[in-house]
């Protein structure tokens, strides 16, 4: 699965995407989430805001209960400040 | 019509796109956010906007539709600039085009609205107060939220 991040997230985990196996017990966004501060001190400082950080599964947005089976590109970002 | 671009537009090239020669358009709308020297309390020497470039196109495109269900609308066209901007200089360009004004008017502040809260584009800004990420306003998504308030007006629309 592709991971994407941007603005402020992608700062700081230090990487605007990956390639990347998930864990199978991963089944949704919010899953995801907690899953990502576990790797390491650089995801755990992106992600620890983890309640404002929005998610969009294949170029859609997505609650943080969404599932995520079948998913080909999830990105993580902060609330949009276009306009 | 939706461009994602680095490059400024101009308005009055932009209308004539619009407009494509037509003859049966009565009322046009155009809304230009422009960059302001200042953010809510610190001066701004310039901005940086990145997007998330496949998501934008989508999300502006699903905004354009819903706008022209909702509103008898002849022709819409958003632009939105990427990369380094300074103040004065034009980011985001959203026009309608109707037979008559209410619809316009009413489309080009939705469509707005919309661009705000779901278009997948993000403001850095450097200024010699410090440089950070832009934060979303709770006043954006109550603007958003007040149309889905209200009726379609497709019907009532039409006849004004």
Redesign the interface.
Request: charged share 15%.
């Given at each position: 699965m592709r991971l994407?991040y941007?603005?402020?997230v992608r700062e700081k985990t230090g990487i605007s995407s990956e390639e990347i196996e998930l864990p199978a017990e991963i089944e949704t966004v919010g899953d995801l989430l907690r899953w990502q501060k576990t790797r390491g001190e650089e995801f755990a400082a992106a992600f620890e805001k983890d309640k404002v950080i929005r998610a969009?599964i294949d170029?859609?947005?997505a609650r943080h209960d969404a599932a995520i089976a079948g998913a080909q590109e999830i990105?993580f970002?902060?609330?949009?400040?276009?306009? | 019509m939706i461009r994602i671009q680095e490059a400024d537009f101009d308005l009055a090239e932009e209308v004539e796109i619009l407009k494509d020669g037509r003859t049966d358009i009565g009322a046009i709308v155009t809304f230009t956010?422009v960059v302001r020297d200042r953010g809510s309390d610190k001066v701004i020497d310039s901005m940086n906007?990145?997007?998330?470039p496949?998501?934008t196109e989508?999300?502006l495109a699903r905004i354009e539709a819903q706008a022209h269900e909702r509103w008898p609308l002849q022709a819409s066209l958003i632009v939105?600039r990427v990369g380094k901007l300074v103040p004065g200089e034009n980011?985001?360009l959203v026009a309608t085009a109707s037979e008559h004004r209410h619809a316009a008017f009413e489309a080009a502040s939705f469509l707005?609205d919309y661009?705000?809260?779901?278009?997948?584009?993000?403001?850095?800004e450097d200024g010699p107060d410090g440089a950070g990420?832009?934060?979303?306003r709770d006043s954006d998504d109550a603007a958003k939220e007040s149309w889905s308030k209200q009726p379609s007006n497709k019907e009532e629309a039409a006849d004004v």
């Open positions: 994407l941007f603005a402020w969009a170029q859609t947005h990105a970002f902060p609330p949009v400040t276009g306009g | 956010g906007l990145e997007h998330y496949g998501m989508k999300e939105h980011i985001v707005m661009l705000k809260t779901d278009a997948p584009f993000w403001k850095f990420w832009v934060e979303a």
